[in-house]
């Protein structure tokens, strides 16, 4: 009976121009600003994980090669070569993109006006992420370490963590940088405060945290979100009546990944960065630019037929497994 069903299916998405087939397989998806070409994610690739910046989009396939694509302005999508190095994450936000190996080192690439390409030397890092101007990532102990940064030296100081003691995450914002503390789960921030982005809500713990251009997020332990800083865009009203599993802070909107794999966002949506295409559903893997937002889709429904067809090769691998 379940071959029957199966078959059927096959059938009804190879025949019916209007079917609602289902993909096998997660794809890239992105919406919001495309002015320069950065929501176009190359179609000769299978990505495992993406990156979304300003003008940038740069993402790893299967083997852990980066490709990135866009507005190249300052070099942020030049990935070395020779040999072509393989990636375990990549992380692009402005001027200059990061790579971290397997084996815990990191090397940045694009723009270094503010030192933005000096990793610290011997650091062995679990993960890390890029800001505008500045990058953060954790060794294994949980140790954050900052670098570049704009006036890192001057009146921001976004790359001078205040503290030794472990972190489980750390964010690299616009002119800030925040972290959730090991020890109690409570979050700090350091560098500019002109709006409010480094002062924390006091009482509160995170299992995660967001930096944002001139505001922060953090994901408390009951899956609430909690936003502080510059409201221009309605960024710190976020839902209360909504627990997400992970969110993505983009320049001045957020959207935040529920259990059910749905999104949902808020903050500025002037280029639709804040309103997830219909036509897909049980995301993964979000992530959030400036103006732009992507993830990987489950599921997405069709409206031809041939675009039904490019399914069948999926479906029928489906099928020969269920004999």
């Known amino acids: 009976m379940q071959h029957l069903y199966c078959a059927i299916l096959l059938l009804l998405c190879s025949l019916l121009p209007y079917f609602l087939c289902m993909s096998l397989s997660a794809v890239p998806v992105c919406w919001g600003n495309n002015g320069n070409g ?114 890192t030296d001057q009146a921001f100081n976004q790359s001078r963590v205040p503290t ?71 960024q710190l009203n976020a839902p209360e009546s909504i627990t997400f599993t992970t969110i993505a802070v983009g320049g001045f909107h957020i959207c935040g990944l529920k259990a059910d794999g749905s999104i949902f966002c808020w903050g500025q949506n002037t280029y639709g960065q804040a309103t997830p295409p219909a036509n897909y559903s049980l995301f993964s893997g979000l992530t959030a630019g400036d103006q732009g937002t992507c993830a990987f889709a489950g599921y997405s429904t069709t409206t031809s037929a041939s675009s039904a067809s490019q399914l069948l090769p999926g479906l029928v691998t489906w099928l020969r497994e269920l004999q």
């Open 164 to 234: 030794d003691a472990p972190f489980l995450q750390v964010s690299a914002g616009y002119h800030h940088s925040c972290g959730v503390l090991s020890s109690d789960n409570t979050a700090l921030c350091w560098g500019d405060n002109s709006f409010g982005q480094s002062q924390v809500p006091t009482g509160k713990t995170f299992m995660a945290i967001g930096t944002g251009e001139e505001f922060s997020c953090g994901l408390q332990l009951d899956g609430i979100a909690l936003c502080w800083g510059d409201n221009t865009f309605g």
């Open 38 to 151: 950065q929501l176009d994610i190359p179609t000769n690739y299978t990505f495992t994980q993406l990156s979304t910046g300003v003008t940038t989009t740069c993402g790893l396939d299967t083997e852990g090669h980066a490709h990135c694509w866009g507005f190249n302005s300052w070099g942020e999508q030049d990935v070395p070569t020779n040999p072509s190095p393989v990636f375990s994450l990549i992380s692009v936000k402005w001027d200059h993109t990061c790579g971290l190996f397997a084996n815990g080192s990191v090397i940045c690439w694009g723009l270094d006006n503010h030192a933005q390409l000096s990793v610290p030397k011997n650091a062995s890092f679990e993960t890390m992420n890029t800001g505008w101007w500045n990058s953060c990532g954790l060794e294994l102990n949980g140790t954050a370490l900052c670098w570049g940064g704009l006036y």
